[in-house]
């Protein structure tokens, strides 16, 4: 077929064309809110996963006293007193450490109030695994909670501020799943070994975390509240990926501080003003709530409870374990598709007639009514008493 000169001219003027149309350098990646790859993400999941050995840490700090309280009772030949003292020191620990926790973090970083609270942690350990009496017993498992107190602010932020839009929830969650994960695992452990290992065990959780924090970035939105531009920018760009643009994101993370710094300073006694009245009620009314539900007291004498009942406390104390771990990740599948309120109603509900059928059984025990029916009573309360508490958490 013959080609005409014309026909070649407009097939190169077509091509130079096309040439002048096509730009130069193929556009990037959107990096917010799923523009990136999975493969890109790696170091998002990889902090994320660093992180909540932190929330591990947590657990395992709660779960302790529950199961060893027997051995280290013989052992150190503590008075039920002296126990009991050093199982609810721990929350003292605790409360002193979230309070110091927000100004901690806003002054040294996430990275360093990690870091710190893992210090804490593995002294604290290192203390129970060499105490000899109660003092320093006392003085490891308060160490313990400071590190739970900082543990229980700064990873859920930091997990937030580096999380992209359409991750920020489910990789929030996995702060509660690890928390009920350790505490079913030490449940477990403290089983199988004695109670100076597993205070070991305690240590592993916090040496990744201080080892995973040299690797990880510290949060973008750290970095741009003290003005380091540089350094926001590349810990953001190490987050979503070399091949994605951050220009969108970064800057609604700017526009977002510069607003929040232009806003005046609240006060304590703001709260107090009449028109958040009711918002500050509900607030601190279902946390007041959620604590005197009497969890924590249960998740530290576990064992006691079902021992002092009558039901094997291996037994009882496994099935806790598991049940714990499974309702925590049904609650965070649940959230969002059933809504806050009616969880809390059913949360609320099954919390009263989690204790009311555990004080029933230990009544009967005491009077003597119905005996055998007693242990069953105990464990179907707690069992009941568990998911309730779980759903109660989670909204």
């Known amino acids: 077929m013959d080609i005409k000169q014309d026909d070649v001219e407009r097939g190169e003027n077509s091509v130079a064309e096309a040439d002048m149309i096509a730009p130069l350098i193929t556009p990037k990646k959107e990096g917010y ?11 998002l999941y990889f902090s994320t996963i660093v992180a909540v050995c932190g929330s591990y840490s947590f657990g395992s700090c709660a779960g302790y006293s529950s199961p060893t309280q027997s051995a280290i009772r013989e052992d150190l030949n503590l008075s039920l007193a002296q126990y009991s003292l050093f199982g609810s020191i721990l929350t003292f620990g605790a409360m002193i450490g979230a309070i110091t926790s927000g100004p901690i973090a806003d002054f040294i970083g996430r990275k360093g109030a990690m870091r710190m609270s893992g210090a804490f942690c593995v002294a604290g350990w290192l203390a129970i695994y060499f105490a000899k009496g109660a003092v320093l ?57 004695s109670w100076r290992a597993l205070a070991l065990t305690g240590i592993i959780p916090c040496a990744i975390l201080v080892m995973g924090l040299f690797i990880i970035p510290e949060s973008p939105r750290w970095l741009a509240k003290i003005g380091h531009q540089k350094e926001f920018e590349n810990s953001l760009r190490a987050l979503r990926g070399k091949d994605a643009d951050i220009s969108k994101e970064a800057a609604e993370i700017m526009d977002y501080i510069e607003t929040l710094e232009k806003l005046p300073k609240a006060k ?71 809504g806050r309120k009616p969880l809390l109603v059913v949360s609320g509900s099954g919390l009263v007639i989690g204790c009311a059928l555990t004080g029933i059984s230990f009544y009967m025990k005491g009077h003597e009514i119905a005996v055998n029916a007693s242990p069953l009573l105990a464990v179907t309360g707690i069992l009941v008493l568990l998911p309730s508490f779980m759903c109660r958490n989670h909204p």
Request: aromatic share 10%.
């Open 268 to 338: 304590l006694l703001d709260l107090f003003q009449r028109r958040y009245l009711r918002s500050v009620t509900i607030g601190v009314g279902l946390m007041v709530c959620q604590q005197f539900g009497g969890i924590n007291g249960i998740c530290f004498y576990t064992s006691s409870i079902f021992e002092s009942s009558g039901f094997p406390s291996d037994v009882g104390t496994i099935i806790y374990a598991i049940l714990q771990v499974i309702i925590t990740a049904l609650g965070a599948t649940l959230i969002d598709r059933a």
């Open 33 to 43: 809110g799923g523009g990136e790859s999975k493969e890109e993400r790696w170091l």
């Open 137 to 193: 017993m006392d003085i490891g498992r308060l160490a313990t909670g400071y590190g739970m107190g900082v543990f229980s602010y700064v990873v859920p932020v930091f997990i937030a501020e580096i999380a992209p839009k359409d991750l920020r929830g489910s990789l929030t969650t996995l702060n509660q799943l690890m928390i009920c994960t350790a505490v079913s695992v030490a449940f477990i452990l403290g089983t199988i070994l």
